[in-house]
Structures are given as structure tokens and as C-alpha cells.
């Protein structure tokens, strides 16, 4: 990485530190049928770090209304932007793959890419 490319105001950085870049994301799911948007839909709201909700309470909600109603409106919602052509579906996991591809390719150039 080039000095020009460090903000001014960054912390020195030892003379052959490593750089990183970390994706992250909440997921997404695997397709927009009621069993996929259901089980997505479980998986996301289930995080405590999501929904800051008694666990109880919020397991309640969550079983007993969210998902008896929410999975079918989701995935209708979500069909509207579905690539259905793409194997990839999910324009967040593409365009997620996409940006780690041209991250590791750029990176390449200067920094040995390891991919996890």
C-alpha cells in the first residue's frame, strides 16, 4: 500500500504491517419460496445482536407471528429483485462475491491475498 494512500491523521504503521479488508453482511436467502424466506427470516431475527428484545418475548413474536405471516410477503418482495437468471440469486450475494473478487484481484498487486 502506498504512503499516499494513508489518511494524514492515521497512526503510524509499522514498516511491514499487513493490510486486511473484512466483508460481512446478515446474510440472505438462499431463494424466495416461503420455506427459504422462512428459514432466512429465522436465522437473521434469531441474532441478538439483530433484535435487542427479551429472548423470550421475542421468541414468541418471532414464532408465533413473524414467521406464520412474514415469510410469503418477504419473498414476494425479494422475487421482485431476484436474479433469476444469475446462479448466484441474490443480488446481495452477487454483488458480495463480485466486490471480494475485485478486492483480492486489487489487493494481488500489492499484498499477498489470502482468501477465507
Do not use: C
Not at 504503521?13 to 431463494?31: E, Q, S, Y
Not at 410469503?72 to 425479494?78: E, Q
Amino acid at each position: 500500500m502506498s504512503v499516499k494512500s494513508i489518511p494524514s491523521d492515521h497512526p503510524s504503521l509499522p514498516r511491514h504491517a499487513k493490510t486486511g479488508i473484512l466483508l460481512v453482511n446478515l446474510g440472505t436467502p438462499d431463494g424466495t419460496d416461503t420455506p427459504s424466506m422462512r428459514k432466512y427470516l429465522k436465522q437473521f431475527l434469531s441474532d441478538k445482536r439483530v433484535i435487542e428484545v427479551p429472548r423470550l418475548l421475542w421468541w414468541i413474536i418471532l414464532n408465533g407471528i413473524i414467521l406464520n405471516v412474514r415469510p410469503r410477503k418477504s419473498g414476494d418482495a425479494y422475487e421482485r429483485i431476484w436474479l433469476k437468471d444469475d446462479p448466484d440469486g441474490s443480488p446481495l450475494r452477487k454483488y458480495t462475491r463480485l466486490k471480494a473478487e475485485y478486492l483480492a484481484q486489487s489487493m494481488a498487486k500489492e499484498v499477498k491475498a489470502n482468501r477465507v
